[in-house]
């Protein structure tokens, strides 16, 4: 009886499983990875010949698994109970943070560096300043597990300020953020800084464009969500780590904003209150990654800034616009139209490049600022 137990609730588990994604509805954006999930693969001779429909028919039940996020994290809970201490490449760490396993250095890191530099050469006259943030991992590896492989950030600032054009400034916020360490600077559940953390290096950085800074004091701070899980928390599947908290610094006497994003409605100020209701709550500044985003203020005082991005000055710019009057900032992911010609159409003189600085050693899209 003990047997065919067993072996009943085996095939009730294996055949229930297989009902339940039999009828399952698909989905077409998962709020917790937040992506876009696999849609069923439409079946034909030359699919199915050249290999194409098998593969993206996996890739479909993987996505569309019944209560994967529950399957995934009891893989993740039980390999922590047995040790393990990596899961997805993001590392369990101590103090619970997660932090993410770094990439090896490609030659993706010189192709990047020589696109920045032909983007001086084409503009001479441009001040180029290069700012390449660290991640959590770079500064935080006495909570790595043991034998886990350390952060590259050393070593991809040592290769660009060898390789970039000494016309350019190069700003390594590394040993200003290592000061404040104590400090939340990072998200635990996320790879982003926090507001706490941009404010640090705005506070050093503005000083070496010549703008004289505004103090903490001069911000009002809010709390504006404490239950924000991040990309981490999604990819690591630990769901006993707690939530982040997530702060706006919002100057006392701002100015007013415009933000016009793409195609999207022009968004009135510098923030997208609606994320705070969905599982993408750092889009919540500037309502997340779009091709061209352009802000404006009603600081009349000529500066006008181009900045290429990555997602780490979402909640880096909310400081920098209170000091100038436009700020344009163009995502090379999905920006495929002549960043000079832009630079040129909208007479900016002022260029900064901010990237976290795994993203610069890696981004092949970089080689766009070129052209």
Known sequence: MKNWLLIGLFLLFIFGISIANTFKQDQAFSEFENRPLAEKPTLTFQTLKDGRFTADFETYMIDQFFAKTFWTGVKAQTEQAIGKRENNGIYFGKQQMLL???????DQLLKNIEAVNAFQEQHPNANVTVMLVPTAIDLYPENLPRYSNNGKHQEIMQTTENKLDPKMTLFDPFNL????????????????????????????????????PFSKDDFHIETVSDEFYGSFYAKGNDLTIPADTIEQFELKNTAKFEVKRDAEPLLKGLYEPSYL?????????????YANTVITSDNKNGKKLLLFKDSFAHIFVPFLANHYEEIHMLDLRYYNISAADYMDEHQLTDVLVLYNSPNFAKDASIYKIKY
């Open 177 to 212: 953020l290592k000061k404040h360490k104590d400090e939340t600077i990072f998200f635990r559940t996320d790879h982003h800084w926090t507001a706490l953390g941009a404010f640090y290096t705005y506070d050093e950085i503005i000083k070496s464009l010549d703008i004289q």
């Open 100 to 106: 993410e396993k770094p990439a090896e250095i490609t």
């Open 277 to 289: 209701e969905k599982r993408d709550q750092y889009s919540y500044f500037l309502g997340g990654n």
